[in-house]
């Protein structure tokens, strides 16, 4: 049974809910962090770089997942800045900027803002070939080394060996979870380093808690919930 599947995000581009999304900003995070949100939006809308929200229904998708699929919806910066942190604190030397890997990657928001972060390299896997076209434009856009899209399924991939970091923004249902899982046990009898996984609203946690270990929950004011696990 899919869990969170084809979730529609039309609404969300509506005016009345970006106003409602800038009052929760401003009460959840003040007047300075939210001025620094616009402006950062406002600059990437100068300089071509598009995270916006989008459905997956129209596009063409590599693969025969489609159907376990949520929409794109990008991670923020300061978001994602402070998921690092927290991983950071819990695991302290053991967290290693080496590289992340974003298992549904969208436009690149994830692993663009991780090379800024201070990865070393950063890669995204994305089943949708515009998604993953438009992030190729992001990177250009930014002129940010170190970033690669690649346009997969990710029941396909396998993480190369320097992985550190891999990320989940509930991209699919349990279906493609597990075959996912599979793989990253796979992959981590190669790892040269200790990797962790993040998973930001967990719809299929159970095929990850049966194999990896909990290091911490959080649940931030926004009302997202993050696991992190130790691979
Ligand atoms: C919620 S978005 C998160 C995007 C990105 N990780 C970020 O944080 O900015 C989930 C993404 O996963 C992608 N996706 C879903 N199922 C996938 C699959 N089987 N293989 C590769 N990408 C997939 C979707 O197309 C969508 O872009």
């Known amino acids: 049974?899919?869990?969170y599947t084809n979730a529609d995000v039309s609404?969300?581009?509506s005016i009345s809910y970006r106003f409602k999304e800038f009052i929760d900003s401003l009460k959840q995070n003040g007047v300075g962090l939210t001025t620094k949100k616009i402006f950062r939006r406002f600059y990437y809308y100068i300089i071509g770089v598009d995270f916006s929200l989008q459905n997956l229904?129209?596009?063409n998708i590599v693969g025969d997942h489609a159907k376990n699929a949520t929409a794109l919806v990008s991670t923020s910066?300061?978001?994602l800045f402070e998921l690092f942190e927290i991983l950071q604190s819990e695991a302290g030397e053991e967290f290693k900027k080496e590289r992340f890997v974003d298992i549904g990657s969208g436009k690149g928001a994830a692993i663009i803002f991780a090379k800024e972060f201070g990865f070393k390299r950063s890669l995204g896997v994305e089943?949708?070939?515009?998604?993953h076209e438009i992030a190729q434009k992001n990177i250009k856009k930014l002129a940010i080394n170190g970033v690669v899209?690649?346009?997969?399924?990710?029941?396909?991939y396998f993480p190369p060996r320097d992985?550190?970091?891999i990320f989940l923004f509930n991209p699919f249902d349990r279906t493609v979870m597990r075959k996912v899982v599979k793989n990253i046990l796979k992959a981590k009898e190669s790892f040269i380093d200790s990797c962790y996984l993040i998973y930001v609203n967990p719809t299929a946690s159970k095929?990850?808690?049966?194999v990896f270990e909990i290091v911490t929950k959080k649940e931030f004011k926004n009302g997202a919930k993050v696991l992190f696990y130790k691979l």
């Open 1 to 3: 049974m899919p869990t």
């Open 11 to 13: 609404h969300r581009k």
């Open 57 to 59: 229904h129209d596009l």
């Open 77 to 79: 910066k300061d978001f």
């Open 127 to 131: 089943f949708a070939k515009e998604l």
């Open 149 to 156: 899209s690649i346009n997969k399924d990710a029941t396909e």
């Open 163 to 165: 992985t550190t970091v």
């Open 207 to 210: 095929e990850l808690d049966e």
